[in-house]
């Protein structure tokens, strides 16, 4: 039997906790604030996920975006978060209890062989909250073009970020994305989305 995911607002603890990890590690969460319900459930949107089967998340930070997507999921469908921050990794298994969820501690540029070492199948979906403005840009290439190699035709990769840098990257390896901007977040963010194409 699947369980419902939590639903509670972000709590003070949380925000604490989110100001902590900002301070301590900026390059990797990049926004002092966690994402707003509005611009979660946008991205959640965004990537289509009614019929999907197999969802990856890339930087999920606390888990908020984590809870939406859930919420736009099948009852049977099943998603892996990769966060390279350890402590986001244990918030989000003690904070988030959902049988679908599976929590990897890990680097985005190794998903290829993260999904090989579970037996996924091909994707159906890669959201990324990655601040791919915030690393080098061969290694935001590299995580791109993993998330690109593991969707399955009609795939959507879809990125939320503050600047364009995803969308100059992406156009080289999945061509132009859709883009608009959510304001009711702070800061203000960009979601981009492309969907994978045949011969792509």
Same mark, same amino acid.
């Given at each position: 039997?699947?369980?419902k995911?939590?639903? *509670?607002?972000?709590?003070?603890?949380? =925000?604490?906790?989110?100001? *902590?990890? $900002?301070?301590?590690?900026?390059?990797?969460? &990049?926004? !002092? $604030?966690?994402?707003s319900?509005?611009?979660?459930?946008?991205?959640?949107?965004?990537?289509?996920?009614s019929?999907?089967?197999?969802?990856?998340?890339? /930087?999920p /930070?606390? +888990?908020?975006?984590?809870?939406?997507?859930?919420?736009?999921?099948?009852? *049977?469908?099943?998603?892996l978060?990769?966060?390279?921050?350890?402590?986001f990794? %244990? $918030?989000?298994?003690?904070?988030?209890?959902?049988?679908?969820? !599976?929590?990897?501690? +890990?680097?985005?540029m190794?998903? #290829?062989?993260?999904?090989?070492?579970?037996? =996924?199948?091909?994707?159906?979906?890669v959201?990324s909250?990655?601040?791919?403005?915030?690393?080098?840009?061969?290694?935001g !290439?590299?995580?791109? #073009?993993? &998330?690109?190699?593991?969707l399955?035709i009609?795939?959507?990769?879809? &990125?939320? %970020?503050?600047?364009?840098?995803?969308?100059?990257? +992406?156009?080289?390896?999945? /061509?132009?994305?859709?883009?608009?901007? #959510?304001?009711?977040? $702070?800061?203000?963010?960009?979601? @981009?989305? =492309?969907?994978?194409? @045949? /011969?792509?």
């Open positions: 039997m699947t369980k995911h939590l639903s *509670k607002p972000l709590l003070k603890s949380e =925000w604490l906790f989110f100001l *902590k990890n $900002f301070l301590k590690y900026p390059a990797q969460v &990049a926004y !002092l $604030f966690p994402s319900r509005y611009l979660e459930k946008r991205v959640a949107k965004a990537a289509n996920l019929q999907a089967k197999y969802v990856v998340e890339l /930087g /930070g606390t +888990g908020g975006t984590t809870k939406a997507i859930l919420s736009h999921m099948p009852p *049977k469908a099943s998603l978060v990769v966060e390279i921050n350890g402590s990794c %244990q $918030f989000i298994e003690e904070n988030i209890s959902d049988d679908r969820l !599976l929590v990897h501690h +890990g680097n985005a190794s998903l #290829e062989e993260i999904l090989r070492e579970l037996g =996924w199948p091909q994707i159906d979906a959201l909250g990655i601040p791919f403005s915030s690393i080098p840009r061969e290694i !290439l590299k995580i791109i #073009e993993s &998330a690109h190699e593991v399955q009609k795939g959507r990769f879809v &990125a939320y %970020q503050l600047r364009d840098t995803v969308k100059a990257l +992406g156009v080289r390896v999945m /061509g132009p994305a859709s883009s608009k901007i #959510e304001i009711r977040n $702070f800061p203000p963010l960009r979601i @981009h989305v =492309w969907e994978k194409r @045949h /011969g792509a």
